[in-house]
């Protein structure tokens, strides 16, 4: 036996922030998973495995979701399931094709829920181009579970040439927003506040497998794609930034947010940076492809307000620096607790 | 919007017997599920989707655990959960290669009870073979989830000429049971009641890949694989003789069980028939190499006492019928609500 690797002396129990998706999400998963289960595909720390499979590369991933509520402005967890893992394939350059369903449902769901939320699934799973090919059900007492909670798997096909990694992103490379940030969590977190709006935010939930698929055709250019969910722009930026071992630099001004999300964020004291996305992702490309690639972008719908935030640096190391509108600067850092829990 | 299949005046809300492995859950499955994402491979209902995948042939599955207690004799939910998607895969004739694994942790869990599951996983994994190479974690409120729920989903390579499908099962085939029955289900009960026998029993989970490894040899013999797991070895059968079309003979006197857990389905009035085991299957196989499959199952200490408990017969179509040690014949029904919940 080996004694825990995260003493009782720091953290005892499990804590809401151990699956923030910032600090010590990372602790829980380098101390308790990956020094258990590491191999070089575990590893590599990112949201699906690519691995050769018989002569294919194959990409391979999971996500539960927990999101509470179940039904909120703009989606649904059904909807939610299914866009996230195509996602999860997607940013890993490759074409999702099957994904599997593991529901885990509260005794007492009403069973006109469980069916509206399935029927979202499969438009969403007929949007993106996957099927759902295998499944699973089971039922807790009621109290032992939050109403529902959805896995999704999948498989995927990796694109020729694409070879996405952190490890990848040197000095030059510009980095690419997909689209505005925050209205995933802001739209959770009115409807769990009840919060009214002039106009209402809705969740960002979208496919990005069609863009993804759009971007194949620079995948030399493009050496990492991450979307950007639990944790926001923030925690993905610095994650890359960490893992790569070099810099990022982004400018304030550039990135593009809806200026209801920006006006809730700042009634409910919240840093958009550290607000949950579900269908946004960051590409890090070759500077000097860098405008078509955008271009690309901007002319889908689903990344029409694209924008190049900024640039992989030498300078502060696993770090990212943001530039501010006032052109002082600040070092955004990684989310150390939980700003908004069970966001997905 | 297409109204919900399953009407208010017969089910309103989910029951937990639509976890159950019996009726309910079938029908739950079929309604809700299939009517809405239906396709070729999600059809067959096997507990792995088999498909073409770039000239190989794969195997997909998924499951999540909610077992009760997470810590049982003989086992834990960590262990159980790569084990039971081990098996899926292998009774797909498929030799599992990569799992996923996703938590849902109960905000308080004890750090060292997650890092002890943790580390039955990696023993089970190395056991079977297989490696976890991408993984989720989630945290939901203390009250939201009951300490822990894992999913692991899983990804294999089909034995070649292995075509395994209930739609195989014609009349003259031999059933053969790996062993012996009941113990898993009554192992949790045990730990659930805290009831104390003379001896511990303890739950059966166990790998069967290296049986169906040791089986593929076989493979134009074997016709259909199954794990006995949910819902007991009546269940199964249940299953296979409806899809199949055929009717299924058991005799009582073969089936292989302990005596101590006999004793125990005695004293708490449950039918050992119906009590779930997770490293156990049934294989059906052409008569004539029935005996020598035989030999080679007893050969191995997962399937040291496997007999031969059946056929597939004419008779009686889709039904199950068991001979009894006193000679009569009864039906063997699948269940219809939930002998044991949260069992896997």
């Not at 689903?302 to 002082?328: C, F, L, N, W, Y």
Request: proline share 3%; net charge negative.
């Amino acid at each position: 036996m080996i004694s825990c690797p995260i003493p009782k002396s720091e953290y005892e129990n499990v804590l809401l922030a151990h699956g923030g998706g910032g600090k010590l999400t990372h602790q829980l998963i380098e101390k308790i998973f990956v020094s258990q289960f590491g191999n070089d595909l575990l590893n590599e720390l990112n949201d699906s495995a690519v691995f050769e499979f018989h002569k294919n590369k194959l990409a391979f991933t999971t996500d539960s979701y927990v999101v509470q509520p179940i039904f909120f402005p703009g989606g649904n967890i059904g909807e939610l399931a299914v866009n996230g893992t195509v996602n999860d394939i997607a940013v890993a350059g490759a074409r999702p094709v099957y994904l599997s369903a593991g529901f885990i449902i509260e005794e007492g769901l009403p069973i006109d829920d469980l069916w509206n939320i399935v029927m979202s699934m499969k438009n969403a799973a007929d949007k993106a181009g996957v099927k759902i090919v295998t499944g699973d059900t089971k039922v807790v007492e009621k109290g032992k579970a939050d109403k529902l909670f959805i896995n999704t798997s999948g498989v995927g096909v990796v694109y020729d040439n694409f070879n996405i990694s952190s490890r990848n992103c040197k000095p030059g490379l510009s980095v690419i927003l997909s689209g505005k940030i925050g209205d995933h969590g802001i739209a959770i977190m009115s409807a769990r506040e009840n919060l009214e709006f002039e106009t209402e935010i809705v969740s960002d939930t979208a496919p990005l497998n069609g863009l993804v698929n759009a971007l194949s055709k620079y995948s030399v250019n493009i050496k990492m794609l991450r979307d950007v969910t639990r944790g926001g722009l923030a925690s993905v930026l610095n994650e890359i930034a960490a893992s790569s071992g070099y810099g990022i630099e982004i400018e304030e001004e550039k990135i593009p947010i809806n200026e209801q999300v920006r006006g809730a964020c700042e009634i409910l004291g919240l840093d958009p940076l550290y607000v949950a996305n579900e269908g946004k992702l960051v590409a890090f490309v070759d500077d000097e492809k860098s405008e078509e690639i955008l271009s690309v972008m901007k002319s889908l719908e689903v990344s029409k307000d694209a924008e190049i935030i900024g640039k992989v640096v030498d300078e502060h190391p696993q770090r990212v620096v943001m530039r501010t509108s006032i052109g002082s600067k600040r070092i955004v850092d990684m989310i150390s607790g939980e700003q908004l829990p069970r966001i997905c």
